[in-house]
Every structure is written in structure tokens, then in C-alpha cells.
């Protein structure tokens, strides 16, 4: 053996005892199972939102976030809790108006963050980010990035935040043919604004960005559930 190869072995030797005195591996990565690069195909799940424009997305974020209520209320069981529930509608909310960047789609928020700005507990907005999963109304992808230990002991990778997304083909999927319905709904809340919007008169001196008011529930019992739904959700992030 060369006095080359033997001085390489050596380093890796020094290396991996050191990995293994500070409780690390090599080559072991502590990240979630699927995660993927954030610079990956499969990562790149942003798209622009509505138009792409503040007013446009805005609006969007109204309609899709009075769809959540009225889903919640719909199909809330006797005796049960509401399937999305008061926290779910709160994270859902911070997320499309205060994360989510209209123009190009991007929405990765850190859990930490989601926390400070709903006032929820991790396991509350972890929760809540599982229930809006699994009703269509978010969906995410697992990522992951290199770390600076390249060829030095210890974790060659480390967790990324989640890039989140949404897919309207998958709103409802809880609630199996009745899902249709919910995409449906939502179709129907973008053609309604889009047709006030045609109709209304362009003012003299239009707001910059100013997005269109969103549109009231027509049903005196449905808009005095929702307002119910609203103050509950407020109490509950205060309590929590």
C-alpha cells in the first residue's frame, strides 16, 4: 500500500470517529422519507395565482377561502367535529394572505412562521395542515437541500421547507362523489366574480391593487353561520 492511500485512509478514519463522537453518520441524512432537491422537477410545483396580479389574486384567496367555510359548514356531521375545523380555515387563511406570492405561486412558509402568525401550537398547525390535505383544499412536496458537510463526516443533506401548493381536482377528495360538487362550487364563486366584475363601472380614479370585494352569501342562514364560523375560528387561535 502507498504512503498516499495509507494517509487517506487515515483522514477517513479521523473523519468517521469524529462523525461518530458527535452522535452523526456519514452519509446519514436526517430528512424525510420522499423529499425531494429543491432545485428538482418534482419540486417545481409553483404556478402564478389567478392572473398573477395582487387584485387577481386576492380575489382568488377570497373565493377559495369562503369555499373552505361553507365546505366546513356543509359537511360538518351532527355530533362531530367540522372536517377542516376553526384552526384548519385559520392556517388556510394566513397562508393565502400572507405567504402565498400571487404572481408566481410560491408558498413556503416554515412551520415556525405559520405558528407565529396564527398563534396555534406546532402540533395544532401541523394538524391543521393534515386536515386541509386530506379535503383537496392544500397539498405539499417534501424537500430537501445540501448541507455544507459535502466530503466531511456528518449529514451530506438537510430538511428543506415544504413548497405548497393547490390542486382544484383534488378539493373535496374526502368526501368521495361529493367532491365534485365542491369543485363545482368553486368554479361557479370565480364565473359569479367574474361576471360582476364585467358588469361594473370603471371608476374615475381606480385604488392601485385594490382586489374586488368579495361576493356575500345570498342565504341570510348560510351568512350568519359563516360570521358564527369566524368568531368562532377567532377565539380558538387566542385560546390555543
Known amino acids: ?21 458527535g452522535g452523526k453518520r456519514r452519509g446519514a441524512d436526517p430528512v424525510w422519507r420522499h ?4 432545485d428538482s422537477r418534482q419540486a417545481d410545483v409553483f404556478r402564478p395565482i389567478a392572473d398573477g396580479t395582487k387584485a387577481g389574486g386576492l380575489a382568488w384567496a377570497d373565493d377559495y377561502l369562503r369555499l373552505a367555510k361553507e365546505y366546513d359548514l356543509v ?21 393565502l394572505r400572507e405567504f402565498l406570492d400571487f404572481k ?24 391543521a395542515l393534515k386536515r386541509l390535505r386530506e379535503h383537496g383544499f392544500l ?9 455544507t458537510n459535502v466530503g466531511e463526516a456528518g449529514p451530506q443533506r438537510m430538511q428543506a421547507t415544504n413548497a405548497y ?22 368554479l361557479n364563486l370565480r364565473e359569479a366574480r367574474r361576471r360582476r366584475a364585467a358588469k361594473a ?15 356575500k ?21 387566542w385560546k390555543s
Open 217 to 237: 352569501p345570498t342565504d341570510p342562514a348560510l351568512e350568519a353561520a359563516l360570521k358564527r364560523v369566524e368568531a368562532a375560528g377567532e377565539a380558538r387561535v
Open 165 to 186: 401548493h393547490f390542486d382544484i381536482g383534488r378539493l373535496g377528495r374526502a368526501v368521495g362523489d361529493a367532491g365534485k360538487a365542491v369543485k363545482a362550487r368553486f
Open 75 to 95: 359537511h360538518k356531521k351532527k355530533g362531530e367535529r367540522s372536517p377542516l375545523m376553526a384552526n384548519g380555515i385559520r392556517v388556510l387563511e394566513v397562508l
Open 139 to 147: 397539498d405539499w412536496v417534501r424537500r430537501s437541500e445540501k448541507t
Open 104 to 127: 408566481t405561486g410560491q408558498l413556503d412558509p416554515a412551520i415556525t412562521a405559520l405558528m407565529k402568525r396564527t398563534a396555534l401550537s406546532k402540533n395544532a398547525v401541523v394538524d
Open 1 to 21: 500500500m502507498s504512503a498516499a492511500s495509507i494517509a487517506r485512509d487515515t483522514r477517513r478514519l479521523i473523519r468517521d470517529a469524529g462523525g461518530k463522537l
Open 35 to 38: 423529499s425531494f432537491d429543491v
Open 201 to 215: 363601472p370603471v371608476p374615475a380614479n381606480p385604488t392601485p391593487h385594490a382586489a374586488p370585494a368579495a361576493e
